[in-house]
């Protein structure tokens, strides 16, 4: 373990976190968050802290910020910030330090600003806060910091309200309520895991930017050790509340001396393979063999929504426009795109929860458009779903058992005993122990629920299993390991994928054909590796680049 | 990277998760050693699931008690219940039986509360007031429960037409004041106890209608429902097994705050005269009793008015903890 000489030369580094621990009150005693942890962070350096959840990486955002909830408490240690302790400060020594010496870019844009009061308002009141009262100049300071942090017609902007804006501007919003008060250090936990992966990239290109500027320091929290990778000097590795290593970030990568960190690059698809995307199944091992029957057609395949117009006028989106697709049997299509893309609603005509507005799906050799729901039933268990949130996807009342018979019961399959045995079964193809059987979902970690997720998908061996971004949730090495299931799942059963995706470093490893979609209209498609390894069409390629990790291992010239 | 390795350790099949190989019943599964494979993986899962369901409903339970104010509120509300159903047990006095030498005599030892105007013994007239009173509210309550869960299921579920329909009735329904409501509705079906508790009834029913309708379209939208409405359920089972008990729990603190409303609206209603005829005893009645010696003997109104109080007040402390838990 070697830090960095980052502070030689300077007096005292900006940050100076030594010896920390954090512990949380619990029924069952005290339980150590954060355990002797020591690290620093100079002027103008960008430091992140990598570890997967619950490895107490925001509980010691949390602890700089002085916003530890209240079973928490810094047990040992000192957190010296511009000089002044914070650890076990008083709540007046904490407020002044908030806002004017540290900012705080939280987590998750959809829920961090107040949905009833105006955006130019919300930031007003962080300058106000962070530099006193402001008279006639805050409206011209509010502005200034929204055109600072990238947003077009501040002016309109600032006189709406969190609602009627996007998700990447709600986090330019939040970004800029963190610059109010000019802070030496901007933290900034998991900023981006809640958006689309080019939005993520001129986010954090913002960011990087303005941290440059204005000389900040930056500590970036997330699980992502691809985005700390690329964003940061140097890179803390945190595992149990304990500093695994740390180091610069192309020294982390390329060299890392523990475990623990080359089980989080093997878990970033991008940095295991040197920056560059493997594609798993490549044309050469398809063409071998004869193509496999189809099992989904889907042809010229239109979605309108209506949408409520200002005055009387009707107005129309149209969410998916003139898709075609085809998934054979025991292989994986994906579809690729932002949110907003139409992906999603392809994947709900395809399985009928939506009604299409033109085209035709075709599963097992019979049309699906324009039937009712219940008179679909005999097909229903041959096509099944996956979710993308595995902490929404499971009734809270039930246990794993009930969940994942669940299908068998409704469709009544079998009786008590033989509902058992596929439970077991199917709790060993997904490879959980059969003590889950009587947990309920609150008890089981992501990884697990996404397991049942999956278990339940299966029960009814379906042909096609649809799959709405099955891992987005999940820590990146808890990805790593889903995706191994899905693939050896694929392999024994036969089964066929229908895979929705913004993530094309997770699409590489499982895709088979990909289509990409852009506005509801498919801009490329064609086999994974022709499509990711040679794209053609220029929405492709920056959504390629947005994968990250790869800056960090790549040099500028050779990419793609 | 083979699955074997990626795959953390503990979760290996057949190998007990650490923190909950306490509930691994690896006795019993020793015990059917010799039975095949497959009956040895019933028993496990079967075991499992109700050792499960015991421990998580007694780690609901045990912090409860740790509360010193939800078991004294929930000890008084059991005392009440007693008294509801076996008035005798707590007062053995009779609570009609005259007693002209003494009325109108203060609490004292022996005589908890005092006596009223004809000498009767008050603590006695208020435990046994107590069966028609707690009868009247929980009667009004189950009417609105039940009315409640079916309005708000309906307009929930169905949504459209049904929903505006039956939001505009309660809407209507609200704004009539609950009380002038419920005088309404004892004027049309007569006095007495029945009427009162169908009166009040009635007038929380809106309450009820709009939580339940309100969870039942937060519950409908979450995943859990798609995901068994794909896995093939059909409609009522969805509503039966997910939706229902997924929202029952605001409706049933909801349920135990009403208690309580209904408590005093019933009050009320005797006290203005609507109740049980005398010389049963209500605790609205009880209450109404005392005014005319309000300034000479406060006890006779304040004491019953008192024990009231303490029982909303514990309804409501119940109710509290009850919704603090289940977050």
Do not use: C
């Amino acid at each position: 373990m070697s830090a960095a000489p980052t502070s030689v030369g300077m007096h005292e580094p900006l940050l100076e976190v030594r010896d920390l621990t954090v512990s949380y009150r619990g029924s069952s005693g005290t339980v150590a968050a954060v355990t002797n942890l020591s690290f620093t962070v100079a002027a103008g350096e960008t430091v992140a802290i990598v570890g997967e959840s619950g490895s107490g990486k925001s509980t010691t955002a949390s602890a700089i910020t002085g916003l530890l909830p209240t079973a928490a408490k810094v047990s040992s240690g000192s957190i010296r910030l511009d000089g002044v302790e914070l650890a076990g400060a008083s709540d007046r020594v904490l407020r002044g330090v908030r806002g004017r010496t540290v900012g705080l870019v939280p987590q998750d844009p959809g829920v961090s600003l107040n949905p009833t009061i105006r955006v130019g308002r919300q930031i007003g009141e962080a300058v106000v806060a962070a530099r006193g009262p402001r008279g006639r100049s805050l409206d011209a300071d509010v502005e200034k910091l929204l055109i600072d942090v990238g947003i077009d017609d501040p002016e309109l902007r600032a006189r709406q309200f969190p609602h009627e804006l996007s998700g990447g501007q709600k986090q330019r919003v939040l970004i800029a309520i963190a610059l109010a008060g000019s802070p030496k250090l901007i933290i900034a936990d998991e900023p981006t895991s809640a958006l689309d992966v080019t939005v993520q990239r001129r986010i954090l290109d913002h960011l990087e930017s303005l941290v440059h500027a204005h000389g900040t320091s930056l500590l970036i929290i997330t699980h992502d050790l691809a985005v700390a990778a690329d964003r940061a000097d140097r890179v803390l590795v945190l595992a149990d509340g304990e500093l695994v290593e740390q180091g610069p970030s192309a020294q982390i990568l390329r060299l890392p001396s523990q475990d623990y960190t080359r089980t989080l690059i093997a878990a970033a698809p991008a940095l295991s393979t040197d920056g560059r995307l493997v594609v798993r199944h490549s044309v050469a091992a398809q063409t071998a063999q004869e193509p496999a029957d189809e099992v989904l057609r889907v042809t010229g395949l239109r979605k309108v929504f209506p949408i409520r117009g200002a005055g009387r006028e009707r107005q129309e989106f149209v969410a998916v426009d003139n898709v075609d697709l085809v998934i054979r049997r025991g292989e994986t299509t994906a579809i690729v795109g932002e949110s907003g893309s139409g992906k999603t609603t392809t994947l709900r005509l395809a399985l009928g929860l939506e009604r299409a507005t033109a085209g035709s799906v075709i599963f097992g050799g019979e049309e699906v458009v324009g039937r009712h729901w219940r008179s679909l039933r005999h097909l229903r268990h041959r096509i099944q779903l996956v979710q993308q949130n595995p902490f929404g996807s499971l009734d809270p009342r039930f246990t794993v058992f009930d969940s994942i018979v669940e299908p068998l019961v409704a469709n009544r399959v079998g009786d008590r005993a033989s509902r058992r045995r596929r439970a077991d079964e199917l709790i060993d193809l997904v490879q959980l122990p059969r003590t889950v059987l009587g947990r309920i979902p609150r008890e089981l970690s992501g990884g697990q629920r996404q397991r049942v997720a999956i278990a339940r998908a299966l029960a009814l061996e379906p042909e096609l299993i649809l799959l709405d971004e099955p891992v987005s949730a999940l820590d990146a090495t808890v990805q790593g390991q889903v995706l191994e299931l899905l693939v050896d799942l694929q392999r024994r059963l036969g089964v066929s994928y229908l895979f929705v995706s913004h993530d094309l470093a997770v699409v590489a490893q499982l895709a088979h054909q990909v289509l990409v979609l852009q506005g509801g209209v498919v801009v490329e498609e064609g086999p994974a590796d022709t499509v990711l390894r040679s794209p053609s069409h220029p929405y492709t390629r920056e959504l390629i680049a947005a994968v990250p990790g790869r800056s960090a291992l790549i040099p500028e010239g050779a990419k793609l | 990277m083979t699955l074997e390795l990626d795959r953390p350790a503990a979760l290996a099949p057949g190998r007990p998760i650490p923190s909950g190989s306490a509930l691994a019943p690896r006795g019993r599964r020793l015990s059917r050693g010799g039975v095949s494979g497959s009956a040895g993986g019933d028993d496990t899962a079967g075991s499992a699931h109700s050792a499960g369901r015991l421990r998580r409903s007694l780690a609901v339970t045990l912090p409860l008690l740790r509360r010193p104010g939800f078991v004294i509120a929930g000890g008084y509300l059991l005392g009440v219940g007693v008294a509801a159903v076996a008035p005798s047990l707590i007062a053995p006095l009779d609570p009609t039986a005259t007693v002209p030498e003494a009325k109108l005599s203060p609490p004292a030892i022996g005589s908890w509360f005092g006596t009223d105007e004809l000498g009767r013994d008050l603590f006695s007239r208020v435990i046994h007031g107590s069966t028609l009173s707690i009868e009247a509210a929980l009667l009004a309550v189950g009417i609105a429960i039940v009315a409640g869960l079916v309005f708000g299921v309906l307009s929930g579920f169905i949504g459209g037409i049904v929903d505006a329909v039956v939001m505009r009735i309660v809407d209507v329904m609200l704004a009539i004041p609950a009380l002038l409501l419920a005088l309404a509705i004892i004027t049309a079906i007569g006095f007495g106890t029945l009427p009162v508790a169908v009166a009040v009834g009635i007038g929380i029913v809106p309450g009820f209608a709009r939580t339940t309708r309100a969870e039942v379209l937060r519950v409908k939208s979450l995943p859990y429902i798609e995901a068994a409405r794909v896995g093939g359920a059909s409609w009522l089972r969805i509503l039966f097994t997910h939706v229902l008990p997924n929202s029952w729990g605001p409706v049933a603190v909801l349920a135990v705050l009403d208690v309580g409303a209904a408590i005093i609206a019933a009050a009320s209603l005797s006290f203005l005269g609507f109740g049980a005829a005398p010389p049963a005893a209500e605790w609205g009645t009880l209450i109404a009793d005392g005014r005319n010696f309000l300034i000479t003997a406060p006890w006779v109104s304040l004491i019953p008015g008192l024990f009231v109080v303490l029982v909303v007040l514990s309804l409501n402390h119940v109710a509290r903890t009850l919704d603090e838990v289940r977050r």
